[in-house]
């Protein structure tokens, strides 16, 4: 872990927005397919969107699409997850996380490299 660099977590109330970010130093950004997870206390760590090296492909869990739009800058070497109409159940700590190669995954144990994870909060 500490590969990655998310930023963007806080606290919000339900209904509300916040956009996550994840930076990448030093790397070779576009050669990495890139994901966010989540786990909330006591839960398992769970999918929730991948995008490809290029972006031309995204993949969400369906408890988040239509909502969550996920997207990156390779000219900046960040990813970025826009959260819209945030519910209670969204809180957790979100992780970022990138894999080598073309395609999107939903599997963590298929991504190399991790961040340090940033708080989201939702209050009802």
């Known amino acids: 872990q500490g590969q990655l660099v998310e930023s963007g977590g806080g606290l919000v109330q339900a209904g509300g927005s916040l956009r996550l970010s994840c930076a990448a130093p030093?790397?070779?950004?576009?050669?990495?397919?890139m994901g966010w997870f989540r786990q909330a206390p006591g839960k398992e760590r769970d999918f929730v969107a991948a995008?490809?090296?290029?972006?031309?492909?995204?993949d969400y869990a369906d408890s988040v699409k239509g909502r969550f739009t996920i997207s990156r800058d390779n000219t900046k070497s960040t990813m970025y997850l826009q959260m819209n109409s945030l519910k209670p159940e969204d809180t957790a700590v979100y992780y970022c996380?990138?894999?080598?190669?073309?395609?999107?995954?939903?599997?963590?144990?298929?991504?190399?490299?991790w961040g340090q994870g940033t708080q989201v909060t939702v209050s009802s």
């Open positions: 996380a990138a894999i080598l190669g073309p395609g999107t995954w939903r599997q963590g144990f298929e991504y190399r490299y």
């Open positions: 995008i490809s090296m290029r972006g031309g492909s995204t």
């Open positions: 030093g790397r070779t950004f576009s050669n990495y397919g």
